[in-house]
C-alpha cells in the first residue's frame, strides 16, 4: 500500500483523554477513532491488524473440525427467560422494544441461540458430536468502559460451543479447544498463562482463563516463583505453601464445561444408542478478539511506538525511501517495492514527500516489525538498509538477501 494514498492519520501530538499505553498508541496510530466513551471505530490500520488476528483464530480453530456460523446480534429476551439469565445479566445486557412490542436484547454471548439452533435439528446421538463457532460483535451495557479495547461497550469476540454425547466427549472436545488456544496465542505472539476459574453466569463447573500479564489488567493471579504456578486466591502457594506474588492480567480467553444446564433449560435433548432421551452435553469457548489488540500492544512497545509481533502487524514492514525528490532513489525504492509485493509480502510504502524524521517517527509508531530503507547508502553502493524494529538491529543488504532475510524471518510456524 502507498501511504501517500491511504488514510493512515497518524497524530503527532499526544491524543486527548488517553488512559493507558494501548489506549494512547491505538489512538495516535490511527487504529482507532473514538466514537463515544467505550464506542470504536476501526480505520484501516486497526482493521488490517483486527483482520489478521480474526484469521488466525480462525485457522486454529478450522483445523480442529469446528465450523464457523455467524449468528444474530439481535436476540428475543423471550428464550434468556428459559434460563433465567435475563436476570443473570440485566446489569450488563442491552434490553429494548422494537416497534411491535417485541422485547429484544442486542446479545452480550450467545449460549441461549445457539442451543435453540441445534435442538431444533439435532435429535439423535448419531448426528454427535460436532463444534460450532463464530466471530461476532458483543454488546454490554457497561457501567465504566475504559482502557480502549479492554473494556469497551462493543467488542468483537470469538465464541465456540461444541455438543457432545456424554462427559467423556465433552472431555475431549474442551481439550482440544484448550490446545487450540494456547496455538492461537502463541501465534499472535502474546505471552499468556493458564488457570483454573470459577465459571460464574456461565455455570457449569469447570473453567480455565487465559490471561496475559499486563500493568493495566483488571484481574489478578499470584504466582509461586518456586514452582512456576499461578493461582486466583491469595494465601499460600498450594503446593509448597510459599508466599505468593501479585501480578496483573488481561484475560484474553475462558474455556467452560457447561455440561447439561442450557441443554435442560432449553430442552435441547438427543436419543441415544438405547434410544434413551439425554440432554446433549455442552462447552463454550471465548476469546476477546478486539482485547487481544491492547493485549499485544501492552506487551510489545517502547518509547517510539508499538512493535507488533510478526503476523499480526498491519504490514510485514514499513519502505521508507528518503529523498523522495530524488528520482533516481524514487524510481529504486518504487521497483523494490513492487518486487516484494509479487514475492507477496504486505509492504507499507512511505513515499510521502515529508522529511526523513517524519517518516521514521510514523514507521516506529505503527510498528511493523521491519523498516526498510532506500537512502543514500543505496546510491552509494546499491545496499538497502533493514532495521529491526524489535530490537533496533541494523543491516546492509542487496536486493535478494533483502528477500532472503524476509523470506526466513517472517515465516509464521506451521
Ligand atoms: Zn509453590
Sequence with gaps: MLFSKSFLPTLREEPKGAECTSHRLSLKGSLLFMVSSGIYAYLPFGFRVLRKIENIIRKRMNETGAQEILMSALQPLEIWKQTGRDKDLEEVMITFKDRRGRQLCLGPTHEEEVTEIVKRYVSSYKQLPFTLYQIQTKFRDEARPRYGLVR????????????????????????????AYKKIFKDCGLEFVTVEADPGAMGGNISHEFMVPADIGEDTLYFCKDCNL?????????????????????????????????????????????????????????????????????????????????????FDATLLVLEREDEFLFQEASL??????????????????EPAGVKFNDAYLIGNPYIIIVGKRYKENSKIELEVRRSGEKLNLNKDELIKFLNDNLKVNG
Design 230 to 314: 499461578y493461582f486466583k486466591k491469595e494465601g499460600k502457594c498450594e503446593k509448597c505453601g510459599r508466599k505468593l506474588k501479585e501480578e496483573k492480567m488481561i484475560e484474553v480467553g475462558h474455556v467452560f464445561k457447561l455440561g447439561t444446564k442450557y441443554s435442560k433449560a432449553q430442552e435441547a435433548y438427543f436419543l441415544d444408542k438405547d434410544g434413551l432421551r439425554k440432554p446433549i452435553v455442552m462447552g463454550c469457548y471465548g476469546i476477546g478478539v478486539s482485547r487481544i489488540i491492547s493485549a499485544i500492544i501492552e506487551q510489545n512497545h517502547d518509547k517510539k511506538g508499538i512493535i507488533w509481533p510478526k503476523g499480526v502487524g498491519g
Design 336 to 353: 523494490i517495492y513492487e518486487l516484494l509485493i509479487n514475492r507477496g509480502f504486505d509492504i507499507l510504502f512511505d513515499d510521502r514527500p
Design 152 to 179: 469497551s461497550c462493543e467488542f468483537i469476540m470469538k465464541d465456540a460451543y461444541s455438543f457432545d454425547i456424554d462427559d467423556r466427549g465433552l472431555n475431549f472436545s474442551y481439550e482440544v479447544m484448550f490446545n
